[in-house]
């Protein structure tokens, strides 16, 4: 395979290394896109730590020169931001995408735009599970309709530091769980960009943004990140509660989410889909 990934950061370099360890071969070539003024840092970490990925890497600076290396399929993991610019034309160019930004979908022109670019250029938009569990049964009951789908995320206080949390409880000094906001998926995903992408995600599967409940609550004793939701339709009733560790380096991702992309690539390559 020839993979290219949007963004370097710590889901990045998480999904790299566990490519390294779970591959029963190296990639065919790897290409990174980054920031300019990264560029040569970013190459040489991934010559340094990750040169057994693949057979060649190569590091670039836009969607264009991502798209001259021929990718396979392309990983976004680089925030809302990078689904505009690198997102929109790899789909356009009929490339595959798998998308960690879901939030970014809150947005309902830019997620028609999604829309339109992959049908446009015959590629598919990748949503992968991230930190929740169950979205195959959500999905699945959505087709019958009348979902009734709401979503608790509570996170340690830490995690919710530069958000619109920290104007609304003093974070640093809570001593029990408290609830920021309540309203509806896509406000969550807007506003919590960094830390709604379940919402997201639960919404897409299920009724929608508007029609899915959302709670986001700092507590500062959450084992990890812990996501909770109920769903009640026509054909089933389920609860779910999911405690995930957050990610090394990053308090808002839980690692889960990275196991998740992990998975779709595996399913790509592998002879069995799961």
């Not at 195959?136 to 019958?144: E, F, M, P, Q, R």
């Not at 709604?196 to 959302?214: H, I, K, M, P, S």
Request: proline content about 5%.
């Amino acid at each position: 395979m020839r993979l290219g990934l949007i963004g370097f950061g710590n889901i990045a370099g998480t999904l790299l290394d566990l490519l390294s360890k779970t591959l029963d071969a190296p990639l065919a070539h790897l290409c990174v896109v980054t920031l300019p003024e990264f560029a040569a840092e970013t190459e040489a970490r991934l010559q340094a730590e990750f040169g057994a990925v693949a057979q060649d890497i190569s590091v670039v600076g836009d969607a264009e020169a991502l798209l001259a290396e021929k990718p396979d399929l392309v990983v976004e993991c680089a925030g809302h931001g990078a689904v505009v610019a690198h997102v929109l034309p790899v789909l356009r160019a009929g490339t595959d995408v798998i998308m960690v930004s879901i939030g970014a979908l809150s947005d309902a022109a830019l997620e028609a735009d999604l829309r339109a670019a992959a049908s446009a250029g015959g590629a598919r938009l990748v949503l992968p599970a991230g930190a929740v569990g169950g979205i195959d049964l959500l999905s699945a009951l959505g087709a019958a309709g009348g979902l009734e789908v709401r979503y608790r995320g509570s996170k340690p206080p830490r995690a919710w530091t530069g958000t619109p949390a920290e104007a609304a409880v003093d974070l640093a000094n809570l001593t029990e769980a408290t609830t920021f906001f309540t309203g509806n998926a896509r406000e969550a995903a807007r506003d919590f960009p960094k830390n709604a992408n379940v919402a997201a995600t639960l919404a897409l599967a299920g009724g929608g943004f508007e029609a899915t409940r959302v709670e986001l609550v700092a507590d500062p004793a959450a084992p990890g990140n812990v996501h909770e939701y109920s769903v009640v339709s026509p054909l089933a009733k389920y609860s779910m509660r999911i405690e995930n560790l957050p990610s090394a380096g990053n308090a808002k991702t839980s690692v889960s989410t990275v196991y998740s992309v992990l998975r779709e690539i595996r399913n790509r390559i592998g002879p069995v889909a799961i």
